[in-house]
């Protein structure tokens, strides 16, 4: 999980690139390195985060109009410098940055070290770089068929582009398995992991497809062809991300300014969906398929980390309302259990980004056995978006925390209009009640924001157990998922342990956790099995954990109970994961800054997972 940007053109290309890096940090910040030509293929690489190359770089010669960088989420070799990207050939001429995998990588190394090459860094890139230049050397071939003859030999997932010294005139860009987009400007071409980057500069680009490779020639019109050496139509198209979406807006970091904006990404969601006044809801990326939806064996969703407990959501949400069998899988274990797929199945693949590796794979084994594949993702024009048949964009905007919040919610939303349509399309529910549903949706956006308004008593509350170490967070029903999300935030940016639980679950283990060190967050709401709710919390009390209540407005049996409370608006069962989540996205969030941890950029994690 990398981020990688490249720039050819008429520009000077270092500030297009070091602002690059900075806008793609949130994808990996172990080291980053930046390679140009001017003459010489001048390159700087350093471990640690952008800002410490930018400082390395200081009165540096950076002049010249191609260049390449990257900043790296480590995966074969610690962050050094000598693991840093770009790497080089043996000769110097070449250099090339890498997102991916390359899964065959030590029997190409044993190969090039008995021809000689010497390696300086443990990357699998190096090994790429080296081979193409091997390929270049003794086939007597140019560098665009050396690299497209290397991509046929190397196994794995990749986005690259390869820069020479002997000619400051040409890049190539090529892609499997891992993201990759091309701006065109004008008279000039940026590359990149996804368009933060190229935003300010362009709103035309191309999305490369996988095995393709794009010979990006100073002046000239882009060429795209296969690693099978099939040439290509390049397909141009418009971003529609706004520059004022990458910045923070005031806010202290991305992750407070993301939950902050969760009124606003839970209505795009809606927009042009949901008309309770006309009593519909309509969802035209689905619609083709409804029906096979409708009379569909069962429903799997295959997802990852935060998507995976929106998945949980959607499970409860469509088994209730709509009685159709649903399967959740973590997509990383999915295609490795040899699961049975019938193709009267429908498998829906849920991802921010739209790039998870692993939910990628999912959908791709799914498809293979001729399941209809569905996707619900954040980014258009993304992998997942392209491989499934149908699916339904959150357009909750771009996500630069590497904690997912908004995107949380954006997918519960989506899962939720789905379930409301498809069992009032099924007559599993009345005029009425879809009526109400309806409505009811329609207030979250105006609900969540009254929750956001606990913002001071849950930092408050925060303060008194940033030292903890351990948690516990509770619930039941559909707001278990809630409980489960709750503790990977904690997890993610605060660095505490934590774990979700079934409330009724916690007597069969957990409950010898707890004693007066203890926070026990429960998620009470006046819905559903409430009074089994508020037994459990007894259990909790009686042990003398501290207990950190979100209840219903109003409520005073869990309020006597509780050592604090935090209300929520009351709002119909179904609802209730969109509100609930609000406060356990602050208090984890609270208590991270006060721990004084990087809330954006939490440790060993990346943005984007695009590896395996």
Known sequence: ?????????????????????????????????????????????????????????????????????HTRWATHGEPTDENAHPHFSQSGNLSIIH??????????KEELV?????????????????????????????????????????????????????????????KKGSPLVIGIGENEFIVASDATPIVEHTNKVIY?????????????????????NIQKTAYIQELEISLDALEKGGFDHFMLKEIYEQPHSVNECMRGRLYPKKGIVTLGGILNHEQKILNARRIIMVACGTSWHAALVGEYLIEELLRIPVEVE????????????????VVIAISQSGETADTLAALKLAKSKG??????CNVVGSTIARETDAGIYTHAGPEIGVASTKAFTAQVTILTMIAIRLAFKK???????????????????????????????????AYEYKDARNALYLGRGINFPVALEGALKLKEISYIHAEGYPAAEMKHGPIALIDAEM??????????????????????????????????????????????????PDVDEIFTPLIATIPLQLLAYHIAVMRNCNVDQPRNLAKSVTVE
Do not use: W
């Not at 793609?24 to 390159?43: F, H, P, V």
């Not at 400082?55 to 191609?66: A, Y």
């Not at 399941?371 to 619900?376: E, P, S, V």
């Not at 009390?541 to 509780?562: F, M, P, S």
């Open 371 to 376: 399941a209809t594949i569905l996707g619900i």
């Open 99 to 108: 997102n991916g995998i390359i899964e065959n990588y030590r029997t190409l």
């Open 427 to 461: 007559g599993r529910i009345t005029q009425s009640q879809h009526q109400l549903y309806l409505e009811g949706l329609e207030s979250i956006p105006s609900k969540i924001e009254e929750v956001l308004k606990s913002n001071d008593l849950i930092r408050k509350i």
């Open 519 to 568: 926070p026990v967050v429960v998620i009470a709401p006046l819905k559903g099995i409430y009074e089994k709710v508020v037994s459990n919390i007894e259990e909790v009390k009686a042990r003398k954990g501290n207990i950190i209540a979100i209840v219903t407005k109003g409520d005073t049996q869990v309020r006597a109970l509780a050592n604090h409370v935090i209300e929520i």
């Open 330 to 345: 973590y997509a990383s274990e999915f295609r490795y259990r040899k699961p049975i797929i019938y193709e009267d199945d």
């Open 208 to 228: 490369l497809e996988d095995e393709e490779m794009a010979i990006l020639r100073r002046g000239e019109e882009i060429e795209i062809k296969t690693i099978k």
């Open 114 to 174: 008995r021809r000689g090459y010497i390696f300086t860094s443990q990357t699998d890139t190096e090994v790429l770089i080296h081979l193409i230049d091997d390929i270049k050397k003794n086939e007597k071939v140019d560098l665009v068929e050396a690299v497209r003859i290397a991509l046929n030999q190397v196994v794995g997932a990749y986005a690259i582009a390869v820069i020479s010294r002997e000619n400051k005139d040409l890049m190539i860009a090529a």
């Open 1 to 69: 999980m990398c981020g990688i940007v490249a720039y050819l053109g008429e520009k000077q290309a270092y500030p297009i690139l070091i602002a690059g890096l900075h806008r793609l940090e949130y994808r990996g910040y172990d080291s980053a390195g930046i390679a140009i030509i001017n003459g010489n293929l001048n390159y700087y690489k350093r471990k640690g985060k952008v800002a410490d190359l930018e400082k390395f770089i200081n009165g540096r010669d950076v002049k010249g109009t191609i260049g390449i960088a």
